[in-house]
Antibody, heavy 116, light 111 residues
Framework: QVQLVQSGPDLKKPGASVKVSCRAS????????MNWVRQAPGQGLEWMGW????????TYAQGFTGRFVFSLDTSVSTAYLEISNLQTEDTAVYYC?????????WGQGALVTVSS | QSALTQPASVSGSPGQSVTISCTGG??????????VYWYQQYPDKAPALIIY???KRPSGVSHRFSGSKSGRTASLIISGLQAEDEANYHC??????????FGGGTKLTVL
C-alpha cells in the first residue's frame, strides 16, 4: 500500500536550517508529483509548491521562494524540503502529499519548531 | 494568490445535513477547471481526500459526502451527520496560474 513517511519533529534556533524528508513506498516514486504543504499552529493549509519526481524540477508557490528548496533522492524514493535562515514564523507542521486525482496520500507531517 | 474563503465554523445535530461553502475568484473556482477538492482533517492528523474534481468520491469515502460548484463558490454537503464527522474541512482549487490554493478551513461541530 502507498505510504509517505516523514522525518520526526525538529527544534531549531532562528537562523538555522532544517531538512525534512518524505520517504515514499508502495508505488513508482518517479511517476507521481510530490507537493509540500505548510500548516502553522491553529491555521489552515498552505500550498508551498511541488516537485516533478521524474525530472527533479521544483515549482515554488508565492511566498516560498528563496529560503525553501525541494529536492529528491530517487534511489531511496525520498523527497526533501530544506528551509534555510529559519524564522519563528516558520514554526509549523510540514506535510508532503502526492498528486494523483487530488492529494490522495499524505505524510504524517513533520513539526518544525523555531525558537531561541 | 489569496486563500479561498470558508466559514470558520459550522455546526449541526446528528442526522442533519450541513453545507460548507468555499468562495474564490475567477482565476480559481470560477475559472475554466473543475478542479475543486475537499479534505477532512482530524486534530493532529494529516488531511485526507474526501472529494475530488468538484463532486467525485474516492473509494472508501462515505456517500454522505458530496460536492458541488456554482460560479465562484464550491460546496461540501454532509448528510446524515454523525459524531465521527466532527473535524476540520479544507477546500482546494487549481488556478489559471497553474498553482493550488487552499481555503482557510472550517471546523465542523456535531452538537
Amino acid at each position: 500500500q502507498v505510504q509517505l513517511v516523514q522525518s520526526g519533529p525538529d527544534l531549531k534556533k532562528p537562523g538555522a536550517s532544517v531538512k525534512v524528508s518524505c520517504r515514499a513506498s508502495g508505488y513508482t516514486f518517479t511517476s507521481i508529483a510530490m507537493n509540500w504543504v505548510r500548516q502553522a499552529p491553529g491555521q489552515g493549509l498552505e500550498w508551498m509548491g511541488w516537485i516533478n519526481t521524474n525530472y527533479g524540477t521544483p515549482t515554488y508557490a508565492q511566498g516560498f521562494t528563496g529560503r525553501f528548496v525541494f529536492s529528491l533522492d530517487t534511489s531511496v524514493s525520498t523527497a526533501y524540503l530544506e528551509i534555510s535562515n529559519l524564522q519563528t514564523e516558520d514554526t509549523a507542521v510540514y506535510y508532503c502529499a502526492r498528486s494523483w486525482g487530488g492529494f490522495d496520500h499524505w505524510g504524517q507531517g513533520a513539526l518544525v519548531t523555531v525558537s531561541s | 494568490q489569496s486563500a479561498l474563503t470558508q466559514p470558520a465554523s459550522v455546526s449541526g445535530s446528528p442526522g442533519q445535513s450541513v453545507t460548507i461553502s468555499c468562495t474564490g475568484g475567477g482565476s480559481d473556482i470560477g475559472g475554466p477547471y473543475n478542479y475543486v477538492y475537499w479534505y477532512q482533517q482530524y486534530p493532529d492528523k494529516a488531511p485526507a481526500l474526501i472529494i475530488y474534481e468538484v463532486n467525485k468520491r474516492p473509494s472508501g469515502v462515505s456517500h454522505r459526502f458530496s460536492g458541488s460548484k456554482s460560479g465562484r463558490t464550491a460546496s461540501l454537503i454532509i448528510s446524515g451527520l454523525q459524531a465521527e464527522d466532527e473535524a476540520n474541512y479544507h477546500c482546494k482549487a487549481y488556478t489559471t496560474n497553474m498553482t493550488w490554493v487552499f481555503g482557510g478551513g472550517t471546523k465542523l461541530t456535531v452538537l
